[in-house]
Nanobody
Framework: QVQLVESGGGLVQAGGSLRLSCTASGRTISRDAMGWYRQAPGNEREFVAAISWSGTKTYYADSVKGRFTISRDNTKNTVYLQMNSLLVEDTGTYYC????????????????????WGQGTQVTVSS
């Protein structure tokens, strides 16, 4: 079992930056593909970014490409999401997810491929 805990959310003005962290416990996630998702009030959860277990492959939703960066530090069992040039529409609860199933060094953007989810951290961007 893997427990994921997100942190780093908060209130920020449009144009600002935040860095989210997702720290895993229970076992190492060094061989797990990881992803970030978000959910705005009244909306379905949507894909934000994904990273392969080695960190060499990343993939982003078009809405965040060029502004967000996903990275990982396997020595710290942690995945990050650096968010720059934040927009009001980036507001939502951000969740990290771990695939949990040994696989090739691939990336996944579909929710059904992820086995473990965190509880989420709130990001609010004000105008």
């Amino acid at each position: 079992q893997v427990q994921l805990v997100e942190s780093g959310g908060g209130l920020v003005q449009a144009g600002g930056s935040l860095r989210l962290s997702c720290t895993a416990s229970g076992r190492t996630i060094s061989r797990d593909a990881m992803g970030w998702y978000r959910q705005a009030p009244g909306n379905e959860r949507e894909f934000v970014a994904a990273i392969s277990w080695s960190g060499t492959k990343t993939y982003y939703a078009d809405s965040v490409k060029g502004r967000f960066t996903i990275s990982r530090d396997n020595t710290k069992n942690t995945v990050y999401l650096q968010m720059n040039s934040l927009l009001v529409e980036d507001t939502g609860t951000y969740y990290c997810a771990a695939r949990g199933t040994p696989s090739s060094d691939a990336i996944y953007w579909t929710e059904r491929f992820y086995d473990y989810w965190g509880q989420g951290t709130q990001v609010t961007v004000s105008s």
